[in-house]
C-alpha cells in the first residue's frame, strides 16, 4: 500500500517560509499533489507535480510564492512556500495521483497523507 507521510508543517510568522515534505513509501512515478484544508472550510487544491517535475501547476492563490518539486531517488515530493500570509493557514495533504500528469481534481488522488498543520501568525 502506498502511504505518503508529510512533514515541516509548524508555526511561523507571515512573510516567513516554510518547506514541506512528502515522503512516499516505495517507488511512485505517478503525479503528486498539495491540497490544503482550513478550518470549517472545504479542501482545496494547492500545487502538483507531474511524474518527473516537468509540469507544475499551481492555484492562482499561491502562484509566486510556492514551489512544488520533487526527488524520484528519494521517493519524496516538497513544498517550499514563502511570503507566508495567515490565510495559508491549514492542513496540508500530500496525495498521489492515479495519473502520471498533474491534476488539481481531488477526486483523481488515490492516497492520501495524514496531513501537517501549517499556522501563519500575523
Known amino acids: 500500500q502506498v502511504q505518503p507521510v508529510e512533514s515541516g508543517g509548524g508555526l511561523v510568522q507571515a512573510g516567513g517560509s516554510l518547506r514541506l515534505s512528502c515522503a512516499v513509501n516505495?517507488?511512485?512515478?505517478?503525479?503528486m499533489g498539495w491540497f490544503r484544508q482550513a478550518l470549517g472550510k472545504e479542501r482545496e487544491f494547492v500545487a502538483a507535480?507531474?511524474?518527473?517535475?516537468?509540469?507544475?501547476n499551481y492555484a492562482d492563490s499561491v502562484k509566486g510564492r510556492f514551489t512544488a518539486s520533487r526527488d524520484n531517488a528519494k521517493n519524496t515530493v516538497y513544498l517550499q512556500m514563502n511570503s507566508l500570509k495567515p490565510e495559508d493557514t491549514a492542513v496540508y495533504y500530500c496525495?498521489?495521483?492515479?495519473?502520471?500528469?498533474?491534476?488539481?481534481?481531488?477526486?483523481?488522488?488515490?492516497?492520501w497523507g495524514q496531513g501537517t498543520q501549517v499556522t501563519v501568525s500575523s
Open positions: 496525495a498521489r495521483s492515479r495519473a502520471l500528469f498533474s491534476d488539481s481534481d481531488s477526486r483523481n488522488y488515490d492516497y
Open positions: 516505495g517507488r511512485t512515478f505517478n503525479a
Open positions: 507535480i507531474n511524474w518527473n517535475g516537468g509540469s507544475i
